[in-house]
């Protein structure tokens, strides 16, 4: 309503990179012509850098070992699922190609190419940008924050939807929480055969839960103010199944 922002509407794609690194939970690692699959193996540096724990009988452990000067060429493969069951939850993908060096009982990875896939197509991320780029400071809480909106407040779900453009809401039989970031909530607005996401930004940045919480009473007074949606009825009657 003629507000300006001095930020960005959404993250920019080297902290979404960055977010999917920092809160995935396994990597799919494809190294000399082989591909493991590894969970809770993982940590990451500050920079970006990658440092996986592998089993002594892992065959990446031994192609890390035995490569040229011990830098075998790999792809790691991370996937960034939504927390709330919806169609279609892997909301990204994350590659990152490039060559691990053996540090004692661990293998350091150095990445040369990172690519971040979100549905909307593929993006080559820039080396420097994912070096100096940080997660977003809600994602850690993310999968916690969204579980319980909604499970604990699916009328506050429904609410939102009065923000949404009736266009997206035709044919809907079921809103949920999708994904939120410091610059906004996105919906994911399911029909009988497809679905569509709709972004609710916030009217500023909330660095923290408790600016969360304050953005959303936000978002949740403009719904009450705004006029009620008729795309939903079946949603209440259909409930989550």
């Known amino acids: ?38 969970a809770g193996a993982h940590t990451v540096d500050d920079d970006g850098r990658v440092v996986l724990r592998v089993p002594e009988d892992s065959a990446l452990l031994a192609a890390a070992v035995r490569a040229p000067r011990g830098e075998p060429s790999a792809v790691l493969e ?6 709330v069951p919806v169609r279609h939850r892997v909301r990204a993908r994350l590659w990152l190609a490039g ?22 197509g593929a993006v080559v991320v820039a080396l420097d940008e994912f070096a100096q780029a940080r997660p977003d400071p809600l994602a850690a809480a993310e999968a916690r924050l969204l579980t319980h909106l909604a ?9 939102l939807t009065r923000l949404v453009p009736p266009d997206s809401l035709h044919g809907a039989v079921r809103v949920r929480p999708l994904a939120v970031d410091r610059h906004g909530l996105t919906l994911r ?11 609710l930004p916030f009217h500023a940045p909330a660095d923290d839960v408790g600016r969360l919480t304050e953005r959303m009473h936000v978002l949740l007074a403009q719904a009450a103010a705004a006029s009620c949606p008729r795309a939903l009825h079946r949603q209440r009657a259909d409930g989550d199944g």
């Open 189 to 199: 607005v399911e029909r009988a055969r497809a679905h569509g996401d709709v972004r």
């Open 1 to 38: 309503m003629g507000d300006s922002h001095s930020w960005a509407a959404v993250p920019a794609t080297a902290e979404r990179a960055r977010s999917v690194l920092a809160t995935a939970w396994s990597c799919a690692v494809t190294a000399d012509g082989g591909r493991e699959e590894f």
């Open 99 to 120: 060559w691990f060096t053996p540090e004692d009982d661990r293998l350091a990875f150095r990445a040369t190419r990172v690519v971040f896939r979100p549905p909307t």
């Open 78 to 83: 991370f996937a960034d699922v939504a927390p």
């Open 151 to 159: 499970d604990a407040h699916p009328d506050a779900v429904e609410r």
